[in-house]
C-alpha cells in the first residue's frame, strides 16, 4: 500500500509561520519533496531532499524562509515556513519517488503524491 497523508497548513497573517507535514507509507522511496500551486498557476516545486538528508534543494523564492525536514522515526516529511508571504499562498502538495542516483527535484521525477493541503496568507 501507498501512502502519503498530509496535515498541517491553515490560515495565517503576513509574516507569520506555519508547517504542513507528511506522513509516508511507501515500501521503498528515498527521495521526498513539497510542491505548490496557486489559483490560475502551474504547480511548482518548492523543496526537495534526499531521504538521509545530503542533497536538499530550495526555489528561490522561499531560500531562507522554508525548511524539509524528514523524521526517519516516524516516516514524517515537514515543511517548516517562516516569514510568509501572501504569495506564499497555495494548495501544499508532499510527493516521495525512487531513484537508483541523485534525486531531481522536477514534478516529472516524483511518483507519489500526497492531497493537497492549503496555506493562505493575508496581508
Known amino acids: 500500500q501507498v501512502d502519503l497523508l498530509p496535515s498541517g497548513g491553515g490560515a495565517v497573517q503576513a509574516g507569520g509561520s506555519l508547517s504542513v507535514s507528511c506522513a509516508i507509507s511507501?515500501?521503498?522511496?528515498?527521495?521526498l519533496g513539497w510542491f505548490r500551486q496557486a489559483p490560475g498557476k502551474e504547480r511548482e516545486v518548492v523543496a526537495g531532499r534526499n531521504r538521509g538528508g545530503l542533497q536538499t534543494w530550495y526555489s528561490d523564492a522561499v531560500k531562507g524562509r522554508f525548511s524539509i525536514r524528514f523524521d526517519n522515526t516516524n516516516e514524517t516529511m515537514y515543511l517548516n515556513m517562516i516569514n510568509l508571504k501572501p504569495e506564499d499562498t497555495a494548495m501544499y502538495f508532499c510527493?516521495?519517488?525512487?531513484?537508483?542516483?541523485?534525486?531531481?527535484?522536477?514534478?516529472?521525477?516524483?511518483?507519489?503524491w500526497g492531497q493537497g493541503t492549503q496555506v493562505t496568507v493575508s496581508s
Open positions: 510527493a516521495a519517488s525512487w531513484t537508483w542516483t541523485s534525486c531531481k527535484f522536477s514534478e516529472a521525477d516524483f511518483r507519489w
Open positions: 511507501i515500501p521503498k522511496y528515498n527521495c
